[in-house]
């Protein structure tokens, strides 16, 4: 019966659909930190914009999220692009040294987590919110499927999908994974290195506000509960390799298989420790992330 | 004057402030001054492995949950100054077991490594008080708020005092090495493992013992709150906002924050955290070194 | 240039922070302070709490005030400050509140752990304070005096009736799922013994930590073992977690237990129909007609706020502020008098009748809500239920 469990359609379901979860989550930290250095702790709260701007859009407007979506996605990117604009272009140019950017710009979104937070709890109060969309269970064999379940999986690996696609064949994208590898070089060749770091804010921008409205058809949510959603970023972009986008979407996957298949094996009581041991684990063999390349110094 | 001198005013002048606080001041200064304390010890110590070496510890939370927990496990079965001792010999410990691998591990993956770090190790606690049917721990007959005040200061003394040190020693030379390029500092002879292991197990030290310190400041503790990654954050933050090389940055970053938070909390109480996340924007755009960079600058054009 | 202009600003900044003393008129209002999670991770639970305060305050400000020692009215105002989710800080509010606020009154904050750290200033600066959202065995330890709970949803009786109710539904089998914080692990300490005298079959006996994420093989193993009860010993975030994975999985057992977050408004909001027939903790319900003002009081904070009350949480803080508003009237400000008035009265509050032994309320009976239909209604102990158990039959 056991093995049964372990073969079954269901976990590997949940698998899928908390595997890809993280892949979205992350895959707009692995931009924004990946290219620019930039420590995004602002990127859990992002997502919780993007939570409440769908649960806004279908409370008070009655549009679903599967449409809202589109304009959530819009409206993260340009809120990314009014940033870059605004501020971190000027720090990027200003401060010396790359230690220096990194620093500070643990401080700048440090202000903005917290301006997010407070906002949002000025407007919907601290109240956790959640609303019903898409929960009939659809059942294929023994395997049942919440709907809201599936559309976050197909969203998720759609979205992560063409991102990667992008990045593969679009001359931007290539752009940008030339100065994730080597930013001088990437310059020396001609990249133009301003477009690439305005392109990844509004990725990563974009990305992490539908992440937000996946979360929001299937979880609670509440402004001060971005935080998590920030460490499993941050986890999965180390785990795979910083940069890499491939690689963090093999480690997004990989933590969701952890979360229902090694949860199987051993049992709930471990969840924590299995996710953060392995983590640890794997870091200590491999520094650089699974499929990491020389870390920039 | 220069800037030894400068130094010297500024922490004689800390010193007597802390000395003074108690005496003149209700039990809400103190309480004031003990946070401003603890920020001061915590921060000293996470710098004497970060600022130095460059290996940015987002983990540091870890050292102050293990101190917790000693103290709070040997509540009333060990005399207190033991305690508080073993809860500093724990941390190193741990510290000692972990850092050689732990920092073969370099750059950003060494930073979210020692988050992951610390949150394994709270998810450990958690996991082996819920094997032993302990949900959470009070601790009754806890000794005064000018005693733990008293037991801070000497803690922030103690890891300022430690950083000091270490900057003027050869050690504190190497550890700058290896951060500017660690294969060269390698090749020069300068025993980069060691070197690095012991920045890591000095830092641990005095967070252990604050840790102890403020488990029996909140008489309650659980794991979930005691290994705090808020607190690993606000140490960083103190950091930057202070900048600078020496020990000036992180005394100033602290003061900086203590005060301006504290501040804003008590006037504005119901908008302080938005002020508070403009304020930290607004800092990082006019000041991209730091006070203590800011401060040098104008040092140096007075000169 | 610019360095003269940054050192101006320093020195305004300097100066602005010594010259901002507080002057307080000590006539006119009465003051009453207290601390909030108005930020940090457990701000989602304080509305509950803190909307009830914001009621009393306008309801006893539109009678003209809180009638003090049987004489003239005086109105009400609040200071309160954010305690950032951090009991540590709680703990310097309430001393800044009694020694430097010097208000006249003081309001529990949320929290089992923040009224416990609490205690000790109480005790130290003998200023009694009436508790609410506290439920712990460690309650007991905390020496009676100046502080006291009004829960009757202490673990040891919980695990006690809990049982006793699955006996009446002749539950054979029941599974255990625990999440390790402190009150659902207490609770389980009791349950796990009073299950066995009883004779119930424990099939399957699993904790877990509270950012678990996914309980999908667990609930397999649930269905598997076919129980007659779950008792999901489960925090408000994982309530909704374990409620929507079960209703994926299709778990059909007829008893269906999950500790706190149900007496919520917010989790009927993120499960709908599935919370049908989920049991739950509380005490209080709107319909017993016996209960004063129980009805007016849920009446008015559905006007006031859209939403229904908490039926555990803001049925304590109202009860709270009850005990206080009476005891004021009949002794005054004088926190002596208060301390002793709190402690030997019985009163009348919309949870019926409130007498303090010790810390503790002697006379709310440890009872159980289950929801049918759209609210929660009490089903246990028989004494005060407002209806009877019904089986869970869907999702």
Not at chain 1, 115 to 144: C, E, H, M, S
Request: proline share 5%; net charge positive; charged share 15%.
């Amino acid at each position: 019966m056991w093995l049964d469990t372990l073969l079954s359609g269901q976990l590997l379901f949940s698998a899928l659909v908390t595997g890809s979860l993280y892949a979205i989550v992350a895959v707009g930290l692995n931009l924004v930190y990946g290219t620019m250095r930039l420590l995004n702790v602002a990127h859990g709260d992002l997502v919780m914009g993007g939570a409440y701007l769908a649960y806004w859009s279908l409370t008070l407007l009655g549009v679903p999220p599967l449409l809202s979506l589109w304009m959530i996605g819009l409206g993260g990117a340009l809120i990314g692009l009014a940033l870059y604009r605004s501020m971190f272009r000027r720090l990027l140019i200003a401060s010396a040294d790359p230690g220096r950017v990194e620093a500070n710009s643990l401080l700048l979104f440090f202000g903005i987590s917290i301006l997010v937070q407070n906002t949002i709890a000025w407007f919907a109060t601290p109240t956790p919110r959640a609303y019903l969309y898409l929960d009939d269970v659809y059942k294929l064999g023994d395997t049942a499927m919440t709907g809201n379940r599936i559309a976050s999986l197909v969203t998720a690996a759609a979205t992560c999908a063409g991102i990667w696609l992008y990045l593969r064949h679009h001359v931007v994208g290539l752009a940008l994974r030339a100065v994730i590898d080597s930013p001088l070089a990437a310059r020396i060749v001609g990249v133009n290195v301003e477009q690439v770091h305005r392109t990844s804010f509004v990725l990563g921008f974009a990305s992490a506000s539908v992440a937000g409205v996946l979360v929001s058809m299937m979880e609670q949510f509440s402004p001060f509960v971005g935080f998590p959603f920030s460490i499993a970023a941050f986890i999965v972009c180390i785990l795979g390799g910083l940069g890499n986008i491939g690689a963090g979407f093999v480690a997004a996957l990989f933590l969701g298989v952890i979360e229902t298949y090694g949860i199987a094996l051993t049992s709930l009581n471990w969840r924590s420790v299995l996710l953060y041991g392995v983590f640890v684990a794997t870091l200590l063999a491999f520094p650089q992330g699974l499929f990491g390349r020389r870390v920039r110094s | 004057m220069n800037s030894t001198a400068f130094d010297a005013l500024l922490w004689t002048a800390l010193l007597v402030g802390f000395a003074a606080l108690p005496i003149f001041g209700g039990d809400y200064l103190v309480g004031i001054g003990l946070a401003a304390a603890m920020w001061l010890a915590l921060t000293q110590s996470w710098s004497v492995l970060s600022s130095l070496t460059g290996y940015v510890s987002l983990g540091h939370t870890v050292f102050y949950g293990l101190g917790s927990y000693v103290v709070v496990v040997t509540w009333q079965q060990t005399p207190l100054a033991i305690a508080l001792l073993g809860a500093g010999a724990a941390s190193a410990a741990f510290a000692l077991l972990v850092g050689l691998p732990v920092m073969r591990v370099r750059g950003p993956y060494f930073v979210i490594l020692t988050f992951g770090l610390a949150e394994l190790v709270k998810y450990s606690v958690l996991a082996l008080e819920a094997e032993m049917g302990v949900s959470s721990r009070l601790l009754f007959g806890a000794p005064d708020i000018r005693v733990i005040y008293g037991l801070m200061v000497a803690l922030a003394v103690a890891a300022t005092a430690l950083r000091i040190l270490v900057d003027v020693l050869p050690f504190g030379h190497g550890l700058r090495s290896l951060r500017e390029n660690e294969e060269a500092a390698e090749t020069v002879g300068v025993p980069v493992a060691r070197y690095k292991l012991f920045a890591f197990v000095l830092s641990a030290i005095v967070p252990g013992m604050v840790g102890g310190v403020m488990a029996m400041r909140s008489t309650f503790f659980e794991p979930i709150q005691a290994f705090d990654p808020t607190i690993s954050v606000n140490i960083i933050l103190m950091a930057v906002i202070g900048g600078g090389e020496s020990a000036r940055g992180p005394l100033l970053g602290v003061l900086f924050l203590v005060i301006l938070s504290e501040w804003l909390w008590a006037k504005a109480p119901q908008a302080y955290m938005i002020i508070l996340g403009l304020l930290l924007i607004v800092f990082v755009l006019k000041f991209p070194r730091g006070l203590a960079g800011w401060l040098a600058d104008w040092q140096r054009a007075r000169r | 240039m610019t360095r003269r202009r940054d050192m101006i600003f320093a020195a305004a900044f300097a100066a602005a922070l010594f010259a901002g003393s507080v002057a307080q008129a000590q006539s006119g209002p009465i003051r009453l302070g207290f601390s909030m999670s108005r930020t940090g991770f457990l701000a989602q639970a304080m509305p509950d709490q803190v909307n009830v305060y914001e009621l009393w305050k306008e309801q006893v400000n539109a009678r003209g005030g809180l009638v003090v020692a049987g004489g003239a009215r005086r109105p009400i105002e609040f200071v309160d400050y954010d305690n950032q989710s951090k009991p540590d800080v709680s703990v310097r509010i309430y001393e800044k509140l009694i020694t430097d606020d010097k208000v006249d009154l003081l309001l529990a904050p949320w929290g089992t752990p923040f009224h416990i750290a609490v205690a000790p200033i109480l005790e130290k600066y003998k200023f009694p304070m009436v508790g609410n959202t506290a439920a712990s065995v460690a309650v007991r330890q905390v020496k009676a005096g100046y502080i006291w709970f009004p829960t009757s949803a202490i673990p040891d009786r919980l695990g006690v009736e809990l049982v006793a109710l699955l006996k009446t539904q002749n539950v054979k089998t029941a599974v255990l799922l625990c999440n390790v914080l402190p009150f659902s692990k207490e609770i389980k300490t009791f349950l796990e013994p009073e299950l066995k005298k009883a004779g119930i079959e424990i099939k399957l006996n699993t904790e877990y930590p509270p950012d678990v994420k996914d309980m999908t093989s667990m609930l397999t193993q649930v269905k598997q073992a076919n129980p007659d009860a779950v008792l999901a010993l489960a925090y408000p975030g994982d309530s909704v977690l374990y409620t929507k994975q079960a209703k994926e999985l299709g778990i059909a057992a007829p008893f269906q237990f999950v500790a706190i977050g149900p007496s919520g408004s917010s989790y009927t909001a993120a499960v709908g129909k599935s919370a049908n027939n989920i049991v739950t903790i509380g005490h209080w319900a709107p319909e017993r007609s016996e209960w004063p003002g129980a009805k007016a009081f849920n009446d008015d904070y559905v006007k006031r706020f859209k939403d229904q009350p908490d039926y555990l949480n803001s049925a304590l803080a109202w009860m709270s502020l009850e005990i206080l508003e009476q005891a004021v009237a009949k002794v005054g400000l004088d926190k002596e008098k208060l301390r002793e008035y709190i402690s030997q009265t019985t009163f009348d509050t919309i949870n019926g009748k409130v007498k303090f032994n010790g810390v503790e309320n002697a006379i709310t009976p440890t009872a159980f809500l289950q929801i049918q239909g759209d609210s929660p209604k009490l089903i246990w102990p028989p004494s005060i239920a407002t209806s009877t158990f019904r089986p869970k039959k869907d999702w």
